[in-house]
């Protein structure tokens, strides 16, 4: 399925590979293009994806320190692992997320002002632009940083589903189904126009069309992102849940690092 989706668009794409998941499974997953992509091609991609059944993704393959490309299906992807996310409810996962890091907390006062209690879900965002134009403007963002980053095809109908489909590994220490953060963030794709751009090896970057618009209303959705991904406000600069929200308003960027070895 996956090569024929690919060869359909084959016209617009460049010269690539299709990679299968570490234990091969069914076929290929993955397609990634043999060089670096560009804003104007990803961007072409995301707008096929209603008809292609494709979506696309930056995967940065490289290795901090090393010299050259790691194999994408070089313990990155588990295919077939993870759930469907639709089997979870994302305020229930993020409730018992909540709890499992406070138990774990090394940082005392990073949930003030909500302490233990698990303030719930954030409410839906208002939409400023389409989430088409702040994937494209993320993927110029992610670009700028990264020029080295190739384009990466999985054959879904969301971002979600694909992160689940792949069964990306970026979370392993902390959960093995990976559906489960699929589930999460399906729930933004529906309550603030998320859309998954970015992937590597223990990263998520996601674009927001309806991020929070002042501190008060971004503080919930910080509180979302510690459950998600307590790493970034354990390993970052900001540190508690106000400092942390300061920097989600107003903005298009949400960006997830964990730390796999800890």
Do not use: I, K
């Not at 060089?35 to 490289?62: A, C, K, N, Q």
């Not at 010299?67 to 692992?81: A, F, K, M, S, V």
């Not at 759930?83 to 409810?89: A, H, I, T």
């Amino acid at each position: 399925m996956m090569a024929d989706l690919v060869a359909e668009v084959g016209g617009l794409l460049p010269p690539g590979e299709f990679v299968d998941g570490v234990d091969g499974g069914d076929g290929p997953v993955l397609w990634v293009s043999a060089g670096p992509t560009t804003v104007s091609r990803w961007g072409r991609m995301l707008e096929e994806h209603p008809r292609s059944g494709l979506w696309p993704l930056l995967l940065d393959t490289e290795v901090p320190g090393e010299t050259g490309r790691r194999p994408w299906n070089d313990g990155e992807l588990r295919p077939g692992t993870a759930s469907r996310p639709d089997l979870y409810d994302p305020g229930r996962l993020m409730a018992r997320w909540w709890d499992e890091h406070l138990a774990e907390e090394a940082y005392p006062g990073t949930t003030a002002p909500f302490g233990a209690v698990w303030p719930g879900p954030a409410p839906r965002g208002v939409r400023r632009e389409s989430p088409e134009e702040a994937a494209a403007a993320v993927a110029r963002e992610v670009l700028a940083r990264r020029p080295h980053c190739p384009l990466g095809l999985v054959a879904a109908e969301s971002g979600a589903e694909a992160l689940a489909l792949l069964g990306w590994d970026g979370v392993a220490d902390r959960e093995d189904d990976t559906g489960a953060y699929a589930a999460v963030l399906a729930s933004w794709e529906d309550r603030f126009g998320a859309r998954l751009v970015s992937a590597d090896a223990s990263e998520l970057v996601v674009s927001v069309a309806a991020p929070p618009p002042t501190e008060q209303a971004a503080l919930r959705v910080a509180a979302e992102h510690f459950a998600f991904c307590p790493d970034n406000l354990w390993q970052g600069s900001e540190g508690t849940l106000p400092r942390y929200a300061a920097t989600l308003v107003n903005s298009r960027t949400w960006t997830f690092w964990w730390d796999r070895w800890r």
